[in-house]
């Protein structure tokens, strides 16, 4: 089973910024947070992982809590193509990935 | 931007056909792997594949799905008898450049099975 949590759907105004959150409260010291999301049917895409600090990318922010039981991952500047299911997954480097259900994110016009 | 390609698109078949779906990971990535998702549900672990050796199964990874790396290029499962709970999309994943060393997997954009 998935060790997150993560709402089934959210909505965002396009051009606005998209905060996803989850949580881990069962995550390890050696698992990492990643986040993927899947447009449609779609191979999921990666998006961006972390371990501790915040991490930043061309596509998204990261924001891990202190304790690493929660994180947030950040779309700035949400457009139409952001709709998409975005996964939280948490996992050794080494390991599958055991998707949840995600968060179904719908960008408003 | 390197990529993981899979072949074909869409594959229709009859039940009991045996069917061989293709991948071609990244270069010199060394960890594979299969997943599947039936249509409406999550996306499962099937299978994952280092140094020419399954490393790791799920339970749906029965005696009728095999894999193999035929070539330095192709990582293909095959479905010896299919049938029609194997309709779902499939998708190959792969990662780790260095020997011994996971990351982030890298997917494809799936091949739709459809077994009639």
């Known amino acids: 089973d998935a060790k997150t949590t993560q709402p089934p759907s959210m909505d965002c105004a396009e051009g606005r910024a998209a905060n996803l959150p989850c949580n881990h409260s069962?995550?390890?010291?050696?698992?990492?947070v990643y986040w993927y999301r899947q447009i449609h049917s779609q191979g999921p895409q990666y998006i961006i992982h972390?371990?501790?600090n915040n991490e930043t990318n061309e596509m998204a922010s990261l924001i891990i809590t202190e304790d690493r039981k929660s994180s947030t991952l950040i779309l700035p500047h949400a457009t139409l193509r952001d709709t998409a299911v975005y996964y939280c997954i948490v996992r050794r480097r080494d390991d599958k990935i055991i998707f949840g259900k995600g968060t179904r994110l719908h960008i408003l016009p | 931007e390197p990529e993981v390609t899979q072949t074909p698109s869409h594959q229709v078949t009859q039940m009991g056909q045996e069917v061989i779906l293709r991948c071609v990971p990244i270069s010199n990535h060394l960890y594979f792997y299969w997943y599947r998702q039936i249509l409406g549900q999550k996306v499962e672990f099937l299978v994952s594949?280092?140094?020419?050796?399954?490393?790791?199964k799920s339970e749906i990874f029965d005696d009728q799905f095999s894999v193999e790396r035929p070539d330095g290029s192709n990582f293909t499962l095959k479905i010896r008898s299919t049938k029609l709970e194997d309709s779902a999309m499939y998708f190959c994943?792969?990662?780790?450049?260095?020997?011994?060393?996971?990351?982030?997997?890298?997917f494809g954009p799936g091949t739709r099975l459809t077994v009639l």
């Open positions: 594949f280092y140094n020419n050796e399954i490393s790791e």
């Open positions: 972390g371990l501790k």
């Open positions: 069962t995550i390890s010291g050696n698992e990492y």
């Open positions: 994943a792969s990662t780790g450049e260095l020997a011994g060393v996971g990351d982030t997997q890298y």
